[in-house]
C-alpha cells in the first residue's frame, strides 16, 4: 500500500511561482512517481513524472508546461516536488500526485496504481 499527500497549492496571480510537494509512504520502491492535473470541467492530464532513482524525468508532450515546470525529488526518495513558474490562469486546476508503475509516454501515463488526494491551485489574471 502506498500513501500520498500533497502540499504547497494555492492562489497566486498569474506570472507568480509555486512548488508542490508529495510525501510518499509505503511501498514506493521502483515506483514512478509525478502529477495530473484537472482543471474545471476538463478530463485529468498528465503533466510530469521522475524515477524512483530521480534520474529519469518525464514531462507531457504537451506544449501546456513546457520550460515553465519542473519535477524533482529529494535525496531520500520519499518527497516529490513540482516547481512551477511563470503560472497563467489557464494552470488552475487540482494537482494530483500519482503512483504507477509503467513509464509515460508523449501525453499519456497509465496505469495509475495509487492517488493522492489532490491540492488545488488557482492563477488569477
Known amino acids: 500500500q502506498v500513501r500520498l499527500v500533497e502540499s504547497g497549492g494555492g492562489m497566486v496571480q498569474a506570472g507568480a511561482s509555486l512548488r508542490l510537494a508529495c510525501e510518499a509512504s509505503?511501498?514506493?520502491?521502483?515506483?514512478?512517481m509525478g502529477w495530473f492535473r484537472q482543471a474545471p470541467g476538463k478530463e485529468r492530464e498528465f503533466v510530469a513524472a521522475?524515477?524512483?532513482?530521480?534520474?529519469?524525468?518525464?514531462?507531457t508532450d504537451s506544449d501546456s508546461v513546457k520550460g515553465r515546470f519542473t519535477i524533482s525529488k529529494d535525496s531520500a526518495k520519499t518527497t516529490m516536488y513540482l516547481q512551477m513558474n511563470t503560472l497563467k490562469p489557464e494552470d488552475t486546476a487540482i494537482y494530483y500526485c500519482?503512483?504507477?508503475?509503467?513509464?509515460?509516454?508523449?501525453?499519456?501515463?497509465?496505469?495509475?496504481?495509487?492517488w493522492g488526494q489532490g491540492t488545488q491551485v488557482t492563477v488569477s489574471p
Open positions: 500519482a503512483v504507477g508503475g509503467a513509464q509515460p509516454y508523449g501525453s499519456r501515463w497509465r496505469p495509475i496504481d495509487y
Open positions: 509505503g511501498r514506493t520502491f521502483t515506483y514512478i
Open positions: 521522475i524515477s524512483w532513482s530521480g534520474l529519469t524525468t518525464y514531462y
